[in-house]
């Protein structure tokens, strides 16, 4: 068995561990034992096993949630574009998501699932704000590809800043969303993850399906013309699942940032290019890491708990400027440009 197969292999392992420890630490740490007994059991007969089902568990199912799309999201994006700088976070996908929501809730009132379907046409208009911006700032002569991200950067403050403005007009209703806009994984949006995780469920098997033409895309469009893939189509559908995906993660929890930035950077070296291997160990992967970000949030600064969503900003921050030293910054790309 090669490395890549050991890997990937191994990588279910690494979430099952993760999934257990998120499950088992905490302000009161329970057995293993119990976790396991009381999850095949599905009954709570003792409040530490009513913690352990309707606290640490829905908790745990939408890290991994979260996780697993915005990862595979992130891989998608950054192959399409052949920008590695893009994910969610950073092409306006996530706040346009997040003000739709905030928006929906304070000028219309809406409820829960409405609450959804903004989110999904906020991610769409926040993408799509970027690329109009990016188109202005003169794309086509960027072959590295910044004035995407910059544009990106930008759509996204503005956004962000919308967003601020609807939750100081109204101090009574601000306290229900500050959790939200910072991204909150917490038990009480369970219902949410009951609502919509359908949707990243079709989205992720989309992207499965596409997983071979994607990669015969990446190839170059010579490549995929010749096997029949049809790359126009392919890739719309493509980043059409994808804004789905990490859009929905918005639904639930708000803006869990840098995770779909952050995994495919450390996997490609692991497993490849090829999206038949990238997208699978993605998911496993963002998965696990947004456990662990989430129980590192949750007891790492005791007695007071950080919203893993500023945890995950703090980590893909540095992440980010190592990120662009590489890819822009070093004095090979520097002469390549």
Avoid at 52 to 68: K, S
Avoid at 232 to 253: D, H
Wanted: net charge positive; with cysteine; glycine share 10%.
């Amino acid at each position: 068995m090669n490395n890549r197969l050991l890997f990937l292999a191994l990588t279910p392992c690494v979430l099952a561990f993760a999934l257990l420890a998120h499950l088992t630490f905490g302000a009161t740490r329970f057995p293993v034992s119990e976790v396991i007994e009381t999850l095949i059991r599905q009954q709570a007969d003792t409040f530490e096993q009513s913690v352990i089902l309707y606290q640490r568990l829905p908790r745990a199912l939408i890290a991994i949630y979260v996780g697993a799309t915005t990862a595979v999201a992130g891989a998608v994006l950054q192959g399409l574009t052949r920008n590695p700088l893009a994910s969610p976070s950073t092409l306006g996908i996530n706040a346009g998501a997040m003000l739709f929501v905030i928006a929906g809730a304070y000028l219309f009132d809406l409820g829960m699932e409405a609450q959804g379907i903004a989110a999904l046409a906020g991610g769409f208009g926040g993408f799509f704000a970027c690329l109009l911006v990016a188109r202005v700032a003169g794309r086509r002569n960027d072959p590295r590809g910044l004035a995407l991200i910059l544009a990106g950067t930008l759509v996204s403050m503005l956004l962000v800043g919308l967003t601020n403005a609807f939750l100081l007009s109204d101090p009574a209703r601000r306290a229900d969303f500050l959790g939200f806009v910072s991204g909150n994984i917490n038990h009480v949006y369970a219902d949410r993850l009951a609502a919509f995780w359908w949707i990243g469920a079709l989205a992720l098997t989309v992207l499965a399906i596409l997983a071979r033409p994607l990669t015969l895309i990446l190839l170059g469009a010579e490549k995929a013309a010749s096997a029949g893939v049809p790359a126009t189509f392919v890739s719309r559908l493509a980043l059409i699942s994808a804004m789905l995906a990490s859009s929905s993660a918005v639904a639930i929890c708000g803006p869990i940032g840098f995770v779909g930035l952050i995994v495919p950077h450390l996997l490609r070296p692991l497993v490849g290019n090829g999206f038949a291997r990238l997208l699978p160990s993605a998911a496993l992967t963002g998965a696990a890491l947004c456990l662990a970000a989430d129980l590192a949030a949750r007891e790492a600064f005791q007695p007071f708990n950080v919203h893993t969503g500023l945890l995950m900003d703090l980590f893909g921050g540095l992440v980010f400027v190592v990120i662009v030293k590489r890819y822009y910054l070093s004095p090979a790309r520097r002469e390549l440009s």
